[in-house]
């Protein structure tokens, strides 16, 4: 889809940035808004940490405008309950950095969250496309992003920041607006939906330290065997990193779990052995590791999922046929082939030979294949 002028108003910024101090007044404001879409978003800080550091909440209801510091956000009952009721529709951009810093701060799943830039890429803007450029292209408004990276932890805001973090939930509504008319005139509405809630869902299950090993896309050479230790030594390291809220690579980095994997030593000086891994991992977490190998080596290993191995080259060039396929469906319903079928999704096909195992046989994708289906089932079958 191409733009070549604005195709929407941009709504008025307000004259003065509207701050709630207390929990009570942000029941009350939320309360006030019921039935209506929330525009949401936050401001974090995430350098050396594991979780992230909330520093803003800034919300939108009704027109209005606020913004909240999370002492304040995370005291509001109202809050809470919004954001977990799948009821209470919830507008974001981009929103996986959101939804994670809400399930470690405040304990809790959102749900009802509408995704806009999974919005904007089914309405045929582009996939992946950044909120200040789609602002600029259906509003003609130019954002100052000069404060992206600046210390939203400390206080006071500048009045920069403060217009910054108005801006990011200023043209929700209105860009919603413009997506869902977009696509209800190709029935497409409800898949901006499900799709935000499957990628909701996603996210969340990636959070799980039992499957977080399969994200180690280097350890597909590994046996059955050493990938079950690959996945306790993972699922340790998630948790350790957690308690200690470093990032995962201050801990143990990912390539020297899967070398551990494949060395499986079996005593201190063997594992020290282990090029690049540093003197201090041995000394404080070696006999843990020792254990954990041996805990994996006893395992059961036979219903372990185990990490998806590249593709073959003839399968490679299987894909490049369904490929083909798919982007003409999706040039035709002028959908990113990118949002239509993600590579892991369509190597899931390709490796069970089966449409469903890339979600492709209901919901909106199903229906934006349809066109190809059968000409797909006949690859599949060939």
């Known amino acids: ?13 307000p004259a003065t940035i509207h701050w709630i101090r207390e929990p009570e007044d942000l029941d009350r404001w939320l309360a006030g808004g019921e039935g209506e879409f929330l525009a949401l978003d936050t401001e974090f800080e995430r350098v050396n940490t594991f979780f992230p550091i909330p520093g803003l909440v800034q919300l939108g209801l009704g027109g209005e405008y606020c913004l909240v510091d999370p002492g304040v956000a995370e005291q509001s009952g109202e809050f809470r309950r919004i954001l977990a009721d799948a009821d209470s529709p919830k507008l974001l ?6 939804l994670e810093l809400f399930r470690h701060w405040l304990r809790l799943e959102p749900a009802g969250v509408v995704d806009l830039q999974i919005g904007a890429a089914l309405a045929g803007a ?4 950044g909120y200040a450029r789609l602002v600029e292209t259906l509003f003609g408004e130019t954002l100052d992003k000069s404060a992206t990276r600046s210390d939203w932890v400390s206080r006071p805001l500048s009045a920069a920041q403060e217009r910054y973090a108005l801006d990011d939930i200023r043209f929700l509504a209105p860009m919603y607006d413009w997506v869902v008319a977009n696509l209800r005139e190709r029935n497409l509405e409800q898949a901006l939906y499900d799709e935000s809630a ?10 799980d330290p039992q499957n977080h090993y399969l994200k180690l896309r280097g ?55 282990i ?13 843990k590791i020792l254990q954990l190998i041996a805990e994996g080596r006893e395992a059961d290993a036979t219903d372990l999922p185990l990490i998806a191995a590249p593709l ?6 299987f894909y490049k046929q369904l490929k083909r396929l798919i982007v003409k469906a999706a040039e035709a319903a002028d959908v990113p082939v990118e949002l239509l079928a993600p590579r892991k999704r369509l190597e899931a096909v390709v490796h069970q030979r089966d449409l469903s195992a890339g979600l492709f046989t209901s919901g909106w994708r199903s229906q ?5 289906r059968e000409q797909l089932e006949e690859l599949l079958t060939s």
Request: charged letters at 25%; hydrophobic letters at 40%.
């Open 198 to 207: 499957r990628f909701a869902a996603e996210l969340s299950g990636q959070d």
């Open 93 to 98: 951009y981009a929103m996986s950095e959101d």
């Open 1 to 13: 889809m191409a733009f070549t002028t604005p195709v929407a108003t941009a709504p008025a910024a």
């Open 312 to 317: 073959t080259r003839e399968e490679q060039a």
């Open 275 to 287: 090029q690049g891994l540093p003197q201090p991992v041995t000394r404080r977490y070696g006999d």
């Open 126 to 129: 582009g996939f992946s496309m």
């Open 368 to 372: 934006i294949i349809a066109p190809v």
């Open 219 to 273: 350890g597909w050479t590994l046996t059955p065997q050493q990938q079950a230790v690959l996945q306790k030594l993972v699922c340790w390291r998630e948790e350790e990193s957690r308690h200690r809220d470093r990032p995962r690579g201050r801990v143990v980095a990912d390539p020297l779990l899967i070398a551990i994997a494949e060395r499986l030593p079996d005593s201190l000086r063997a594992l020290s052995n």
